[in-house]
């Protein structure tokens, strides 16, 4: 049940952002180390709405993943002893 929640507070989130950047019209600059590019606000937000919804589940994913590793080897050295 719990996982649910987190699902529909996300995807409330994600809309919020999406509804916020589509009613901005305006344009803005972003400077790279290597480029600048004119992007509407709507754009600029849903880019970085997703990279940061990437990153995060990245970021939980290495987290579990590093977190079951430890429990497995835990788990070895205890049944060698």
């Known amino acids: 049940m719990r996982?649910?929640?987190?699902?529909?507070?996300?995807?409330?989130?994600l809309a919020i952002a999406f509804v916020f950047g589509s009613q901005n019209e305006q344009?803005?600059?972003?400077?790279?180390?290597?480029?600048?590019?004119?992007l509407s606000v709507a754009a600029a937000v849903s880019i970085f709405t997703g990279i940061g919804f990437a990153l995060g589940l990245l970021a939980t994913l290495l987290w579990r993943l590093i977190r079951k590793g430890k429990k497995a080897l835990a788990k070895n050295r205890s049944t060698e002893v």
């Open 3 to 13: 996982i649910y929640f987190i699902v529909l507070f996300v995807l409330l989130l």
């Open 27 to 38: 344009l803005i600059s972003l400077n790279y180390l290597v480029a600048r590019v004119e």
